[in-house]
């Protein structure tokens, strides 16, 4: 198993900055992703974060909006930039790798723009 | 048609009741993931399963590869089992990419 931080738990923001979410796991993990849950909703898929190299996005999402690094197999940052409302929502880290089929995930992230 | 769809979306109980969500889905999977989201948002991995039947506790999920569908059983269910239960699938395998349910919103009344 996997023990990830993700951090923070919570915040309320205004509308036109950015904050930036981190998450940090216990192993070196492949594969590690962002997602996003709007209110009532199910979890969708912002992208995967790729060690050294460029995060490949999801349909809908673009590198402008949500920057991702991943530095190392341990640790990823996702940052919501130009905040607005509608951006409120859960985001959570995911990781894996592809020798093992679970899912594993951070605590969340719970984000209000004001 | 959403690829992974629950039922119930919402579902009260008593203590003490045996509940069932259900999972269908219309794609080829590598396995079917359960998992376990409380108000806070933190989301809990309780079960994956390719094939057959798993019981931890309680909880008990199984899976109907031909026929798609997998269902997840609570016996004896307890006020601490008030969550939103999600069901989700990887659908290449050995990736994580996951899709998942709309979540069946579970509450159980003292």
């Known amino acids: 198993s996997a023990v990830i931080s993700q951090k923070p738990s919570r915040d309320i923001c205004q509308r036109g900055t950015s904050l930036t979410i981190q998450c940090q796991v216990d192993?070196?993990?492949?594969?590690m992703f962002w997602y996003r849950q709007q209110p009532g909703q199910s979890l969708t898929l912002i992208a995967t974060a790729n060690q050294g190299s460029e995060a490949t996005y999801e349909s809908g999402f673009v590198i402008d909006k949500f920057p991702i690094s991943r530095p190392n197999l341990t640790f990823s940052t996702l940052t919501v930039s130009n905040m607005s409302p509608e951006d409120s929502s859960i985001y959570l880290c995911?990781?894996?790798?592809?020798?093992?089929?679970?899912?594993?995930f951070g605590q969340g992230t719970r984000l209000t723009v004001v | 048609k959403n690829e992974v769809e629950q039922s119930p979306q919402n579902l009260t109980a008593q203590e003490g009741e045996f509940i069932t969500i259900n999972c269908s889905y219309s794609?080829?999977?590598?396995?079917l993931h359960w998992l376990q989201q409380h108000p806070g948002g933190g989301i809990v991995s309780l079960f994956m399963?390719?094939?057959g039947k798993k019981k931890h506790g309680r909880l008990i999920a199984t899976i109907n590869i031909q026929e798609k569908h997998s269902s997840l059983h609570i016996t004896a269910s307890h006020p601490r089992d008030s969550a939103v239960y999600i069901c989700a699938v990887s659908i290449s395998r050995g990736a994580q990419k996951l899709v998942f349910g709309q979540g069946t919103r579970l509450t159980i009344n003292p």
């Open positions: 399963l390719s094939s």
């Open positions: 192993s070196q993990v492949t594969m």
């Open positions: 995911s990781v894996g790798s592809r020798l093992v089929v679970a899912a594993f």
């Open positions: 794609v080829g999977i590598s396995a």
